[in-house]
């Protein structure tokens, strides 16, 4: 091949044109890859920079109670105490210093600490959850369970007894604000997908100081309590060791479903959907199959819900669940409905309305029609 130019022509091979071609290609893809990578850096540094304000503001928005470590202990009459000198925790925290240069070293040197704390009364199990995305989308760094509530290492939400969120020191004097805020979430959480529960603890600790928060149900009141880092792993030990309510998962775990006398089964609750004035509602696994069941309240019987929707189902009424079965206390319907949450929409409101035409027509009254009712 002859180039031509101003100085004369030089002969090129294909070869080496191909080679040039791919060399120059190489250059722009690396310099583009380096342009994306600072991209990336920056966009995943500014993403975070936003969720740590949001988190710090929900923290500051909160109204908190100071409280004592009496607070927690008062619930059930336990005392304090403190770690056997020689004993494994203070043989570990003499050998072993915190680390402070990444949250993987933290991780990984509280996950040993929990190893060595003493024997629980009860069947407990402390995990390492920092990858699991079983709350709701977050990765609490160390989750508490019952031994038993935790089948095939399957996280559950509604089986949590505490939590505890580990940071590296960011400051010598105290803990961030948005690492509380993060503990907020997790609270809330908490509360809605454990509605009988009325005492919630939740913890945080960058190996200097301890944390908790905790929230009262019945008061609708949150209170916060920051000790030295000794003190508080004592008083996390001691709350989950003697079931202290703030640390006890409350609720039943699962259900008794009798299609007949002969008939038995014992259905796993897997996690809260929501309550209504007859009933509350669970997802479970029915089949093999993704299903909600409505557990209804004391005296009150399924049999008109049951009737109505098998005739919904018969008449192809859309966007109506599907009846799967019943007995004398629950039902089981698919899908398993999502919350609206805030992506709730102009459109939802008008599928609702059409539905409720659709409905009367065929003289069926829905007898609690308002917002609180949807999700």
């Known amino acids: 091949m002859d180039i031509s130019g101003s100085s004369g022509s030089v002969s090129t091979s294909p070869l080496s044109m191909f080679i040039k071609t791919v060399v120059d290609n190489s250059?722009?893809?690396?310099?583009?890859?380096?342009?994306?990578?600072?991209?990336?850096?920056?966009?995943?540094?500014?993403?975070?920079?936003?969720?740590?304000i949001t988190q710090a503001k929900a923290y500051q928005n909160t109204v908190f109670e100071s409280v004592d470590v009496e607070y927690f202990l008062s619930?059930?009459?336990?005392?304090?105490?403190s770690f056997r000198s020689n004993g494994t925790v203070n043989t570990?925290?003499?050998?072993?210093?915190?680390?402070?240069?990444?949250?993987?070293?933290?991780?990984?040197?509280?996950?040993?600490?929990?190893?060595?704390?003493?024997?629980?009364?009860?069947?407990?199990?402390?995990?390492?959850?920092?990858?699991?995305?079983?709350?709701?989308?977050?990765?609490?760094?160390?989750?508490?369970?019952?031994?038993d509530d935790i089948i095939n290492d399957a996280y559950l939400t509604m089986y949590v007894q505490a939590l505890l969120e580990v940071k590296k020191r960011k400051s010598f004097s105290h803990l961030l604000d948005e690492d509380k805020g993060q503990l907020l979430n997790y609270i809330r959480i908490l509360i809605r997908q454990q509605p009988l529960r009325e005492l919630f603890a939740v913890f945080l600790s960058d190996g200097f100081y301890f944390y908790v928060m905790a929230y009262d149900r019945r008061t609708n009141?949150?209170?916060?309590?920051?000790?030295?880092?000794?003190?508080?792993?004592?008083?996390?030990?001691?709350?989950?060791?003697?079931?202290?309510?703030?640390?006890?998962m409350a609720g039943p775990k699962s259900i008794d479903f009798n299609l007949s006398q002969e008939d038995f089964t014992r259905i796993r609750l897997k996690e809260y959907l929501g309550m209504g004035a007859s009933s509350r509602v669970y997802k479970i696994d029915w089949e093999n199959t993704s299903s909600a069941i409505k557990v209804f309240n004391s005296g009150?019987?399924?049999?008109?819900?049951?009737?109505?929707?098998?005739f919904l189902n018969e008449g192809n009424f859309p966007n109506v669940p599907t009846y799967i079965a019943h007995d004398d206390n629950s039902m089981i319907i698919r899908p398993v409905c999502e919350r609206f949450g805030d992506g709730f929409q102009v459109s939802h409101a008008l599928q609702l309305l059409q539905h409720l035409e659709l409905i009367h027509k065929q003289q069926i009254y829905h007898r609690d029609v308002r917002p609180k009712t949807f999700y």
């Open 75 to 81: 619930k059930n009459n336990t005392y304090l105490g």
């Open 300 to 310: 009150y019987s399924p049999s008109n819900e049951v009737e109505t929707l098998k």
């Open 221 to 248: 009141r949150y209170s916060e309590h920051t000790t030295n880092f000794k003190t508080g792993l004592r008083l996390f030990w001691v709350l989950i060791n003697y079931s202290s309510p703030f640390t006890t």
């Open 27 to 52: 250059e722009i893809t690396r310099k583009n890859s380096e342009v994306m990578v600072r991209f990336m850096k920056e966009f995943s540094r500014t993403e975070r920079e936003t969720v740590s």
């Open 92 to 147: 570990y925290l003499r050998k072993y210093s915190v680390p402070t240069d990444t949250e993987d070293e933290v991780q990984e040197w509280f996950n040993r600490l929990m190893e060595n704390l003493p024997k629980f009364s009860k069947s407990i199990a402390i995990r390492d959850t920092h990858t699991n995305v079983y709350l709701s989308g977050y990765k609490p760094d160390i989750s508490v369970f019952m031994e």
